[in-house]
């Protein structure tokens, strides 16, 4: 297996695909520098590559595609031009595209059609209505018709992408709600319990004041009458004293 065969499985974001391709370009002879995610996009909006496949919202790309960039960079350092390279690109088969990527460039496959070429040409040259001009014309009105099927269901799908990803706004911001509504019966819940306890502190000093107050005025009581006490006894041992005298 070779180093281009051996990324077959490849399937993933384009950071993956310029990875690769650098990986393969320095075996190649080819200047991996050169190969950037940009470079990728710009050949992929040129025809050069296939459209990528979808990776959820984001784009993907598979083994095709960096056989695609690859054989982009090795014919376009040769000369080529886009144009050639986006044709030969999108009519070759995957497995002519890992073949030809194994072998010397055959720089005669890739000579570019005179200008004058295809259903306008035929028609400048045949007769309008003639089998020729008719059966180009079929094929171009074909193509461009198969090419408006293909950019109309990646509307489709950019359209379900983005009614999806409004769904999901609109749940996050239901639970957004949500959450704003409990954080608000948890601050109602918060500043009541503390109203409360702040109720509570204020009835319980108020009532031990209330009981140190009455505690306060009934030792007075019991001193005063202690003092009383003590005068009596006092008394009474000042008689006895007198009565031994006698």
Known sequence: MSAIQSHKAFWGPITELIERA?????????SSEKTTDRLARY??????????????RDAAYNYRHLLQLLTARRLSEKGVSLEVIGRHNLATTTEQLEASLLKPVQMEAYAPIPKQEGWQAALNKSPI????????????????????????EELR??????????????????RLGHV???????????KS???????????????????????????????EGL????????????????????
């Open 22 to 30: 650098r990986l393969v370009s320095k075996g190649m002879g080819l």
């Open 43 to 56: 050949y992929a909006t040129q025809g050069v590559l296939d459209k990528p496949d979808r990776l959820g």
């Open 129 to 152: 209505g003639s089998p020729v001009a008719m059966v180009d014309l079929l094929a171009e009105v074909k193509a461009l018709r198969d090419l408006l099927a293909k950019d109309r």
């Open 157 to 174: 799908v950019m359209r379900d992408d983005l009614r999806d990803l409004a769904l999901n706004l609109k749940d996050l911001g239901d």
């Open 180 to 190: 704003n509504a409990d954080l608000d019966a948890v601050t109602h819940i918060v």
């Open 193 to 223: 319990g503390v109203h409360e306890m702040r109720q509570s502190e204020q009835h319980f000093f108020y009532t031990l004041e209330k009981h140190l107050s009455s505690y306060g005025e009934h030792s007075n009581y019991l001193a």
């Open 227 to 246: 003092k009383r006490v003590e005068g009596a006894l006092f008394k009474m041992e000042i008689a006895a004293g007198h009565d031994r005298e006698k």
